[in-house]
């Protein structure tokens, strides 16, 4: 159920992060919000974490080729 009192209403309340601080009842329950909103933190961590995890292999990738050409080109 939603309840409405103008268009302004929602307008303002755009900014809002949970639903318990609108006085409009949108029928969503605050811990769903919450939930979901700590699983979008947790994957924004993890995809940072596989990023990192992904450029670090790729440095050591570049640094073991760059050196086996320096090997090869002073023998």
Excluded at 63 to 68: A, P
């Amino acid at each position: 159920m939603m309840t409405v009192r103008t268009s302004a209403h929602i307008h303002t309340n755009q900014h809002r992060r949970t639903f318990s601080l609108c006085p409009a009842s949108t029928g969503a329950l605050r811990a769903r919000a919450d939930a979901s909103r700590l699983l979008r933190k947790w994957r924004r961590l993890l995809n940072a974490e596989s990023r990192r995890l992904w450029l670090d292999d790729q440095w050591t990738a570049h640094v073991r080729r760059v050196q086996s050409k320096q090997w090869r080109g002073q023998r």
